[in-house]
C-alpha cells in the first residue's frame, strides 16, 4: 500500500490538469454532442473526483471520504433538475470506466504499481462511479416522485371544483378516474369548503368519471352522510348503467339520496323548502 501513497500524492497535486485530459477523453468516446457548459462542470467536478480518489487510497477498504457523498448528491440532484433522461446519464458510465481504467493502468506503471495495486486502485474507481451513479438515479427519482405528487394534487384541486350554480345551490363535478387518493381528497379537502359557501344543495354529477371501483365509489357515497349533517342536501347525477350495477351489487344504500339522470333533470326538480 506504501506504494501507492505517491501516486496518491500526484493526483491530489495535479487534480485540476488531470480532470481536464480525463474529461476531454471521455467525451472524445462518445458519439454524441455534449455542450460546453456541460463539459466546464464536468472537469470542475472531476476535479474534486481526483482529490477524493487520492484521499480515499488512504481509507480502509469499502469506505468512501464524506465529502464524496455530498459531491454525489449535489451532482444528482443538479442532474434531476436539469430534466434530461435517466437514459442519457447512465450510457455516459461504461466508456467513462473505460478511461478511467485505461487512466489508472497508465499511471500504475508509472509509479510502478504491482498488479494488486492496480487492480485495488480501479475497484476503488468504480465504487465511487457506482456510488455517484446511485446518487444520480436516487435524486432523479426523489425529482420525479415530487414533481408527479404536485401535479397529482394539482389535479385533485382542478378535478373536484365546488361550482355555484345559483343562491345556495352549487354543482361538484367528479371528472376522471376515481382512486382512493382522490376520494381522500374529496372528504378531507373538499367537503369542508362547501359549508362555508352557504351551499344547501349541492348536485353530486358523476357523468365524467372514467373509472371507479366499488370501494371507492363506497367512499364517496359516505360524503352524503357527512353533508346531510351539515344540513346540506344533495342529489346525484350522471351515474352510468355500470357504475349503478357495481354499487347495486355492493349493497351501498341510495334510498336516501336523490338520483337524477342529468343535471338539467336535478335543477329543475329540485325543491326549496
Given at each position: 500500500?506504501?506504494?501507492?501513497?505517491?501516486?496518491?500524492?500526484?493526483?491530489?497535486?495535479?487534480?485540476?490538469?488531470?480532470?481536464?485530459?480525463?474529461?476531454?477523453?471521455?467525451?472524445?468516446?462518445?458519439?454524441?454532442?455534449?455542450?460546453?457548459?456541460?463539459?466546464?462542470?464536468?472537469?470542475?467536478?472531476?476535479?474534486?473526483?481526483?482529490?477524493?480518489?487520492?484521499?480515499?487510497?488512504?481509507?480502509?477498504?469499502?469506505?468512501?471520504?464524506?465529502?464524496?457523498?455530498?459531491?454525489?448528491?449535489?451532482?444528482?440532484?443538479?442532474?434531476?433538475?436539469?430534466?434530461?433522461?435517466?437514459?442519457?446519464?447512465?450510457?455516459?458510465?461504461?466508456?467513462?470506466?473505460?478511461?478511467?481504467?485505461?487512466?489508472?493502468?497508465?499511471?500504475?506503471?508509472?509509479?510502478?504499481?504491482?498488479?494488486?495495486?492496480?487492480?485495488?486502485?480501479?475497484?476503488?474507481?468504480?465504487?465511487?462511479?457506482?456510488?455517484?451513479?446511485?446518487?444520480?438515479?436516487?435524486?432523479?427519482?426523489?425529482?420525479?416522485?415530487?414533481?408527479?405528487?404536485?401535479?397529482?394534487?394539482?389535479?385533485?384541486?382542478?378535478?373536484?371544483?365546488?361550482?355555484?350554480?345559483?343562491?345556495?345551490?352549487?354543482?361538484?363535478?367528479?371528472?376522471?378516474?376515481?382512486?382512493?387518493?382522490?376520494?381522500?381528497?374529496?372528504?378531507?379537502?373538499?367537503?369542508?369548503?362547501?359549508?362555508?359557501?352557504?351551499?344547501?344543495?349541492?348536485?353530486?354529477?358523476?357523468?365524467?368519471?372514467?373509472?371507479?371501483?366499488t370501494e371507492v365509489a363506497r367512499h364517496i357515497f359516505t360524503v352524503?352522510?357527512?353533508?346531510?349533517?351539515?344540513?346540506?342536501?344533495?342529489?346525484?347525477?350522471?351515474?352510468?348503467?355500470?357504475?349503478?350495477?357495481?354499487?347495486?351489487?355492493?349493497?351501498?344504500?341510495?334510498?336516501?339520496?336523490?338520483?337524477?339522470?342529468?343535471?338539467?333533470?336535478?335543477?329543475?326538480?329540485?325543491?326549496?323548502?
Open positions: 500500500m506504501n506504494s501507492i501513497i505517491p501516486m496518491a500524492n500526484y493526483l491530489l497535486e495535479n487534480s485540476g490538469t488531470l480532470s481536464s485530459d480525463i474529461v476531454d477523453e471521455i467525451i472524445g468516446s462518445f458519439h454524441f454532442d455534449v455542450p460546453e457548459e456541460e463539459i466546464k462542470q464536468a472537469k470542475l467536478m472531476y476535479d474534486e473526483f481526483f482529490v477524493f480518489l487520492a484521499q480515499s487510497l488512504d481509507c480502509q477498504e469499502g469506505s468512501v471520504p464524506d465529502a464524496l457523498l455530498s459531491w454525489s448528491k449535489a451532482n444528482g440532484e443538479a442532474t434531476a433538475r436539469s430534466q434530461l433522461n435517466i437514459s442519457q446519464i447512465i450510457i455516459r458510465y461504461p466508456d467513462t470506466r473505460m478511461v478511467f481504467s485505461d487512466f489508472v493502468m497508465r499511471i500504475g506503471m508509472e509509479f510502478g504499481l504491482n498488479t494488486r495495486e492496480v487492480v485495488m486502485v480501479i475497484k476503488r474507481v468504480n465504487q465511487m462511479l457506482d456510488l455517484s451513479i446511485n446518487e444520480t438515479v436516487f435524486a432523479f427519482e426523489r425529482y420525479k416522485d415530487s414533481v408527479i405528487q404536485e401535479a397529482q394534487k394539482e389535479i385533485r384541486e382542478l378535478s373536484t371544483p365546488i361550482v355555484p350554480i345559483q343562491d345556495g345551490i352549487a354543482i361538484l363535478p367528479l371528472i376522471g378516474t376515481i382512486d382512493s387518493n382522490r376520494s381522500d381528497h374529496l372528504l378531507n379537502r373538499v367537503v369542508p369548503k362547501i359549508a362555508p359557501l352557504g351551499v344547501k344543495y349541492l348536485i353530486l354529477d358523476f357523468s365524467g368519471i372514467v373509472t371507479i371501483d352524503h352522510s357527512v353533508l346531510a349533517l351539515l344540513g346540506i342536501d344533495i342529489a346525484v347525477t350522471g351515474i352510468r348503467p355500470e357504475l349503478a350495477s357495481r354499487i347495486v351489487n355492493a349493497g351501498i344504500d341510495f334510498t336516501s339520496i336523490k338520483v337524477y339522470g342529468n343535471v338539467k333533470q336535478a335543477i329543475e326538480n329540485m325543491t326549496f323548502n
